[in-house]
C-alpha cells in the first residue's frame, strides 16, 4: 500500500485567505484607488466646491497606489512571506507569476485613472 | 512520466461489485419522478434546455420587431406592445437566457472537469433551477396578457415610477426579476464552493482548467455585482407600492440613484456573461491546436483583471446625465484599461492557433470559435470607441450602441455557447452533432449576424434612436432597416436548423467516442451517472495527454475513492490552494423538497406581484417548510467515522467549522449579503450628497436621542456574547442540554428586539418613511436588518429542535456554527448601521 506522503509530500501549507490577498494584490490595490478617488473628488466637487482638494485626492490615492505597487514588484518575496506563502523554493511559482501579472496590469490602470487629473478640470460638470 | 505515476493510490484489481453500487447509489429516478433528480447531468441539461428555449422565445421577439422595422411607418406592432416586446427581450435574453446558460453549463461541466462525482450542495442547484424554469416561464408569459413591462430591461427611474407606470407591467419585473436574481446567487454559491473545494487531489488553482477558473470568477462577481440590483428592485418596488421617495426629486431622491445601482450590476453582468464564454473558448482552442494554451498564466491574469476592472465602469453607461468631467474622464480611462485583459485573451488563443501542432483542426466548434473572435473584437472596438467620452454623446442612444452591443453579446456568448453545444454534445448525450449541418448554421449565423447588425452601426451614426417603434421615410435608415431584417431572417435560419439537427441526433443511437476531439482534460475521462469510476491524482493541466493510460487507471478504479464506503452519495473535498483531500462530504439524493421549495418560492414572489397577499404569504410558508426539511437531512453527523480512499489516507466523513464546505457556503452569503449593505450604504451617501437639505436637523425631525442608538448596540453585542455561550455550552453527543436551547432564543429575540427600537426610536422622533428620502434611507435599514434578523430567528428556531431531538452537540453542530456566523455578521451590519444612521448626520452637519 502506497502511503500518503508520496502523494502529498509534507511542507510547508500556503494560507488560503493570505493566498488570495497576495494573488489578487494589484487589483485589490486598484479597486481602493478608483473607491476613494471617485468618492472623494465627488464628495470635494458636490459638498466642498473645491476642484483643487478634487485634485489633490485623486494625486494623492494615485500616488500611494502606485507606490505600494511598485514596493510589491521590489519586494515581491517579502510581500509573499507576508501573506502567508511558503519561502522559495517551496512556494508555487504559478501563483508568484500571476500575482506579478496583476501587479503589472494594475498599474497601467492606476496610472491611467489617476492621469485624468491633468487632462481635464475637475468639478466641471461634464455636459 | 512523473515518479507518482510508479505506484497508483489503488493498485489493487478492483471489484466489479463497486460499479454495481456506485451505479445504484447514483441512479437517476424513472418516470415523473425525474423532477426529483439532482445529478448534475439531469439537472444541467434541464437548466441548459429551459436557457435555451429562452433564447429562442426572446430570438421570436427579436424577429417581430425586425419585422416592424423592415419598413418605414409600419404598423404591424403597436408601439404599446413594441415596448413590451423590446423589454422582454432584452430582459429575458440577460436573466433568463444569458446568466442561466453559462450557470448550468457551470453545474453541467464542472464536476466532469474536475472529476467530482457531483458538486457540494446538488439540491441547491436543483432549487435553483426550479425557481428559475417556473418563474422565468410566468414571466415571459406577462408578454400574451399585455402585462409585460415597458420600461427597456434596465427599467429607468422616473419612468417606471408608479405615476408614469401604472398597472403590474413593471412589477412584474422587479418582483420575477428580484428572485431569478436569487436563484442566480444559489448558483454562484455552489460554484464558487465547487470550484475550491471539490477538485480532484494534486488540481492545485494554478491546475485548474480555464472553464474553472472563469466560472469561479463568474461566480465571485455575481457575489459582489447581483447584490446592487437586488437593493435596487426592492427600492423601487417599495416606492411603487409604499410610496416611499428613493427616486422622487421632489422629495430629495434622485432617479440617477436607480442607474448608478442598476448599471453596478449591468456592466459586471456583460463580463459575467462573456467571462464564461471565453473560458470554453480556452478550452476548445487548444484541443483543435493540438496543444496546451499559450498563456495560461496569462489568460488567468486576464480573466480576474477583466473581473475586478470590470466593476470599475459603470459610470460610462451615464456620460451623458451631466455627472463632473473628472468622474467622465476617470471612467473613460477604466473603460479603456479593461480592453487590455480581453485584448490578452484574444492574443492568446491566436498565438495558440498559429503554434498549432498539425494545423488548427477547422471543424464546426472551431468556426464558431473564429466567429466569435471576429465578432467580438468588431464589438470591443466599438466598445472602446463608446469609451470615449465625445463619441459617446454623439451615439448614446443609437442604433449604434445596439450594434455595440449585440457584436459584444452575441459575438461573446452565443457564438462560444454553440460552439460549445457542437463541442461536449457527446459528453453531455453520447452523440454527435453533423459536421455538415453545422457548417450551415456557422455560416447562416455568422453572415445572419454581420447582414443584420453591421449596418445598425450606420444607422445610428445616422441619428436613429433606439426603442422606438416605427420611424418615418426618407431620413437614409429605409434601407439599412430593411438589410437588417432580412439579416435577422437568415440568422434565425441558422439558429432553426441548428435546432433540427439537435433534434435529429437524439434520434440516433448514442455511439460517439469517449473523447472524441482527442482532447486533454478530465471531463472526457470514461464516465457514467457516478461522473468517474475513481477520482484521479491530477499532477498537470492537460492530464489525459499527459499520462495516455489514466482514462484506463481512472476505469480501473485505481485512482481515490472507487467505491462508496459511505454507501451514498460522497464526493473528496480537497483543499481550496493545493487540492490535498481533506474529508468525505456525503451529498443528499433526489427528493421533493427542493422542488416544493422553488415552487413556491416563485409563488410566494409572482402571487405577491398582482397583490394578493394572503396567499402569497402562505406560499411562503410552504416554501419556508420545505427548506427546513430540506435542510433537517444536510447534517448527517460523524456516525459513519473515518473511510479509506487510497494511498493509505483516511478521510473523515464529517467536518464542521471553518475548514467545511458548509461554513464555506455561508461566507459566500456573508459576503452577498455585505455587497447589499456596502450598496446600501452608497445609496445612503449618495442621497445626502444630492439633497443634503432633507436630512436630520434640516428638513427632517432630529435623531432620537443617544440612549436609542447606545441600546441597541448593547443589545447586539449581549446577543453576540449569548451565542458565542452557547457554542461553547452545546451538549456532549447522546446527551441534553437546556442552556444552550435559552441562549440561542434569548440571542435571537435580542437581535429582533434591537431592529425594532431602531424603528421605534426614529417613529417617535416624528420622522416617517414617506416624508423625505432621508426617512425612507432609514427605515429601509431597519427593513434590511429586520429580514435578516428573521432570517436568524427561523435559523435559532431550527437549531432549537435539533437540540431538542439530539441531533445538534458539540461534535454534531454544524447548523450552530452557520446560526453563529451569520448572527455575528447581522450583529456586525446593525452596528455600522447605528455609526451610519445616528453617527453621520451629528458628524456632517
Known sequence: MNRHDDFFPLGPKPSTTGTIFYLLFGPLLWAGQLTVAYGGHTLACVRGSSPELADAIVIVVTALALVALTGFLIWQDRCARALGQPALPARDRATDSMARLLVVLSLPAVLWGGATVGLVAACVAGR | ?845
Open chain 2, 1 to 845: 512520466m512523473s515518479d507518482f505515476r510508479r505506484s497508483l493510490p489503488n493498485p489493487e484489481t478492483r471489484s466489479e461489485q463497486e460499479v454495481d453500487e456506485l451505479l445504484r447509489i447514483w441512479a437517476v429516478p424513472k418516470g415523473f419522478r425525474i423532477v426529483t433528480a439532482v445529478n448534475n447531468t439531469v439537472i444541467g441539461l434541464l437548466y441548459i434546455g429551459a436557457a435555451f428555449l429562452f433564447f429562442l422565445l426572446a430570438g421570436v421577439l427579436a424577429l417581430l420587431m425586425r419585422t416592424q422595422l423592415a419598413v418605414p411607418d409600419n404598423d404591424f406592432l403597436s408601439q404599446d406592445l413594441y415596448n413590451q416586446i423590446f423589454t422582454v427581450h432584452g430582459t429575458t435574453m440577460m436573466f433568463l437566457f444569458a446568466v442561466p446558460a453559462v450557470e448550468a453549463l457551470g453545474v453541467m461541466l464542472l464536476p466532469q472537469m474536475l472529476a467530482a462525482r457531483d458538486l457540494p450542495f446538488p439540491r441547491l442547484s436543483a432549487f435553483a433551477i426550479w425557481a428559475y424554469v417556473v418563474g422565468g416561464l410566468v414571466f415571459f408569459s406577462t408578454v400574451f396578457y399585455d402585462l409585460a413591462p415597458k420600461g427597456g430591461w434596465f427599467m429607468y427611474t422616473p419612468l417606471t415610477l408608479k405615476e408614469f407606470s401604472p398597472g403590474d407591467n413593471a412589477d412584474f419585473w422587479l418582483l420575477g426579476i428580484g428572485f431569478i436574481e436569487i436563484s442566480a446567487i444559489a448558483g454562484a454559491i455552489e460554484i464558487v464552493v465547487g470550484t475550491l473545494r471539490t477538485r480532484p487531489p494534486g488540481m492545485s488553482l494554478t491546475k485548474m482548467p480555464i472553464f474553472a477558473w472563469s466560472m469561479l470568477i463568474f461566480a465571485a462577481m455575481i457575489m459582489f455585482a447581483f447584490p446592487a440590483v437586488i437593493l435596487g428592485t426592492m427600492l423601487l418596488e417599495i416606492e411603487r407600492s409604499f410610496g416611499w421617495p428613493f427616486f422622487t426629486a421632489t422629495k430629495g431622491g434622485d432617479p440617477l440613484l436607480w442607474q448608478h445601482l442598476f448599471w453596478f450590476f449591468g456592466h459586471p453582468e456583460v463580463y459575467i456573461i462573456f467571462l464564461p464564454a471565453a473560458g470554453l473558448v480556452s478550452m476548445i482552442v487548444p484541443t483543435m491546436a493540438r496543444r496546451p494554451l499559450i498563456g495560461y498564466r496569462l489568460i488567468v491574469v486576464a480573466l480576474i483583471g477583466t473581473g475586478f476592472f470590470s466593476f470599475g465602469l459603470w459610470v460610462h453607461h451615464m456620460f451623458t446625465t451631466g455627472i463632473p468631467s473628472l468622474s467622465l474622464a476617470f471612467f473613460s480611462a477604466a473603460s479603456m484599461a479593461v480592453a487590455i485583459p480581453s485584448g490578452i485573451q484574444v492574443f492568446s488563443w491566436i498565438a495558440t492557433m498559429a503554434a498549432s501542432r498539425g494545423g488548427f483542426r477547422i471543424t464546426t466548434p472551431s468556426l464558431f470559435v473564429i466567429g466569435f473572435l471576429v465578432v467580438f473584437t468588431i464589438g470591443g472596438l466599438t466598445g472602446v470607441m463608446v469609451a470615449l467620452v465625445p463619441v459617446d454623446y454623439q451615439v448614446h442612444d443609437t442604433y449604434f450602441v445596439v450594434a455595440h452591443f449585440h457584436y459584444v453579446l452575441i459575438g461573446g456568448m452565443v457564438f462560444p455557447l454553440i460552439a460549445t453545444f457542437y463541442y461536449w454534445m457527446p459528453l453531455a448525450t453520447g452523440r454527435l452533432l453533423s459536421e455538415r449541418v453545422g457548417r450551415w448554421v456557422f455560416w447562416l449565423m455568422f453572415g445572419g449576424f454581420n447582414i443584420a447588425f453591421f449596418p445598425m452601426h450606420i444607422t445610428g451614426l445616422r441619428g436613429m434612436p433606439r426603442r422606438v417603434w416605427t420611424y418615418p421615410e426618407g431620413l437614409g435608415w429605409d434601407a439599412l432597416n430593411m438589410i437588417s431584417t432580412v439579416g435577422a431572417y437568415v440568422f434565425a435560419a441558422g439558429v432553426a436548423i441548428f435546432v433540427v439537427d439537435l433534434i435529429r441526433s437524439h434520434l440516433r443511437p448514442a455511439n460517439a467516442p469517449q473523447n472524441p476531439w482527442g482532447a486533454g482534460t478530465l471531463e472526457w475521462l470514461p464516465n457514467d451517472v457516478y461522473s468517474t469510476r475513481s477520482i484521479p491524482f491530477v499532477t498537470s493541466r492537460e492530464p489525459l495527454w499527459d499520462d495516455p493510460t489514466l482514462p484506463q487507471e481512472v476505469r480501473g478504479g485505481h485512482h481515490f475513492l472507487p467505491n462508496a464506503p459511505t454507501g451514498g452519495r460522497e464526493t473528496i473535498v480537497t483543499s481550496a490552494i493545493e487540492a490535498k483531500p481533506q474529508y468525505i462530504i456525503r451529498m443528499p439524493g433526489p427528493g421533493w423538497e427542493h422542488l416544493i421549495a422553488a415552487v413556491f418560492t416563485a409563488a410566494f414572489f409572482l402571487l405577491l406581484t398582482v397583490k394578493l397577499v394572503v396567499p402569497a404569504l402562505i406560499c411562503g410558508v410552504i416554501a419556508i417548510a420545505a427548506c427546513l426539511v430540506w435542510a433537517w437531512g444536510l447534517d448527517p453527523g460523524p456516525s459513519k467515522g473515518a473511510v479509506e480512499i487510497g494511498a493509505g489516507i483516511r478521510l473523515p466523513t464529517y467536518e464542521s467549522g471553518p475548514s467545511s464546505h458548509s461554513w464555506w457556503a455561508m461566507v459566500v452569503l456573508i459576503f452577498v449579503a455585505g455587497s447589499l449593505y456596502v450598496a446600501y450604504v452608497f445609496s445612503y451617501l449618495y442621497l445626502w450628497v444630492v439633497s443634503p437639505q432633507v436630512w436630520a436637523g434640516h428638513g427632517s425631525p432630529d435623531l432620537p436621542s443617544a440612549v436609542w442608538p447606545v441600546t441597541i448596540a448593547l443589545l447586539a453585542i449581549a446577543g453576540s456574547a449569548t451565542m458565542r455561550a452557547a457554542g461553547r455550552l452545546l451538549p456532549d453527543p447522546g446527551t441534553r442540554r437546556a442552556t444552550p436551547l435559552l441562549l440561542i432564543a434569548t440571542g435571537s429575540l435580542g437581535l429582533i428586539a434591537a431592529v425594532a427600537l431602531e424603528m421605534l426610536g426614529h417613529w417617535q422622533s416624528g420622522l416617517r418613511p414617506t416624508e423625505s428620502a432621508y426617512g425612507a434611507m432609514v427605515y429601509m435599514q431597519s427593513a434590511l436588518n429586520g429580514q435578516l434578523a428573521f432570517t436568524l430567528f427561523i435559523m435559532s428556531g431550527f437549531a432549537i429542535a435539533r437540540l431538542l431531538t439530539g441531533k445538534l452537540d458539540h461534535v454534531r453542530r454544524v447548523s450552530f456554527d452557520n446560526l453563529a456566523v451569520l448572527y455575528y455578521y447581522v450583529a456586525a451590519q446593525l452596528l455600522v448601521g447605528l455609526l451610519l444612521i445616528h453617527g453621520f448626520p451629528r458628524v456632517a452637519g
